[in-house]
Nanobody, 124 residues
Framework: DVQLVESGGGSVRTGGSLTLSCVASGFRERHYCLGWFRQAPGKEREGVAALDSDGETTYADSVKGRFTISRDSAKGTLYLQMSSLKPEDTAMYYC???????????????????WSQGTQVTVS
């Protein structure tokens, strides 16, 4: 079974930076879409960024220019580099996996089949 285990959350000051990591085990698919999502208290889970097996990346408008998604294939690790953090970035962050990003549907949470346990990011 594929498992996603993430780390790197924490508390940071406004304007600061943080990098999240997500290690995928049991993952052998040639085609994939790996996404980062977040959920703030009382709000729906939303897509933050996605990266597919062709190296194409997509970002939510709210994080463009501040967040960078990348993957180290040798380490089997997905990253989310976050900079210029704002209080509104405070949320539980998750990584997730599906086969194809699906263009504009990349942020559809129900289409992802594997999820990480989540890590808290707090910006104050």
């Amino acid at each position: 079974d594929v498992q996603l285990v993430e780390s790197g959350g924490g508390s940071v000051r406004t304007g600061g930076s943080l990098t999240l990591s997500c290690v995928a085990s049991g993952f052998r698919e040639r085609h994939y879409c790996l996404g980062w999502f977040r959920q703030a208290p009382g709000k729906e889970r939303e897509g933050v960024a996605a990266l597919d097996s062709d190296g194409e990346t997509t970002y939510a408008d709210s994080v463009k220019g501040r967040f960078t998604i990348s993957r180290d294939s040798a380490k089997g690790t997905l990253y989310l580099q976050m900079s210029s953090l704002k209080p509104e970035d405070t949320a539980m962050y998750y990584c997730a996996l599906k086969t194809f990003c699906g263009g504009s549907a990349w942020g559809a949470t129900t289409s992802y089949s594997v999820w990480s346990q989540g890590t808290q990011v707090t910006v104050s």
